[in-house]
C-alpha cells in the first residue's frame, strides 16, 4: 500500500517538474522554492528561482526585493552561512539583508508545513541590526543567524495571519 502511493506521488512530482521548466524553474525541488513559491503566492510577489538573488520581487517594480526567511512552529527563521569576519565576507554577508526593501518571517504549521500560520514583515535595519550583534557575540567565522517568531512579532508587523487552535 506504501509502494502504491509513493508511486504516486513520484508521479505528481514529474508532472509538477515539467510544468515548473515550462515557466523556466529547471529545479523544482531546490530546497526551499515550493515554500517560496506558496509564500509569493500569498503576498502577491514575483518569485524569483535564481538560488543566489533575493526570493522576490515587486511584480510591477523588479528593483524592489524581498527576502523570506521561514520555520516550523517553535522554529526560528535564518540566514545561513553569514560571516562574521574577514569584513569584506561580513559586508557580503549583510548585503544579503541590505538588499532588500522587506524581509519576511513565515512561519508554517508544524502539523502541515505547507500550510502558512503568519507572516510578518521586518524592515531590513532591523534585521541587520540583530544580525551584527549576532555575529559579534559568535565565536565563529561563519554561524546561522536566526530569528524566533516571537522576536519577529516584537519587531515587525503581522501582515498575514492565519491562526487556528
Known amino acids: 500500500m506504501a509502494q502504491e502511493t509513493y508511486r504516486k506521488i513520484i508521479k505528481l512530482i514529474l508532472r509538477a517538474s ?29 518569485l524569483i528561482t535564481s538560488k543566489r538573488h533575493a526570493d522576490a520581487h515587486d511584480p510591477n517594480d523588479p528593483s524592489i526585493l524581498y527576502e523570506y526567511i521561514s520555520c516550523k512552529e517553535g ?3 535564518q ?46 535595519e532591523i534585521i541587520a541590526s540583530e544580525t551584527e550583534r549576532q555575529l559579534d557575540r559568535s565565536q565563529n567565522a561563519i554561524s546561522h543567524v536566526g530569528f524566533s517568531e516571537k522576536w519577529a512579532r516584537e519587531n515587525g508587523e503581522i501582515v ?6
Open 160 to 165: 498575514y495571519d492565519n491562526w487556528e487552535e
Open 75 to 77: 522554529g526560528s527563521g
Open 79 to 124: 540566514f545561513d552561512r553569514m560571516f562574521k569576519e574577514p569584513p569584506e565576507k561580513r559586508n557580503e554577508s549583510l548585503n544579503r539583508i541590505w538588499r532588500n526593501d522587506k524581509i519576511f518571517m513565515i512561519v508554517f504549521y508544524a502539523s502541515n508545513q505547507t500550510k502558512v500560520k503568519v507572516i510578518i514583515e521586518l524592515d531590513p
Open 18 to 46: 515539467e510544468l515548473a521548466r515550462k515557466v523556466g524553474i529547471n529545479n523544482l525541488l531546490q530546497p526551499g522554492l515550493a515554500k517560496e513559491m506558496i509564500i509569493a503566492d500569498i503576498l502577491g510577489h514575483t
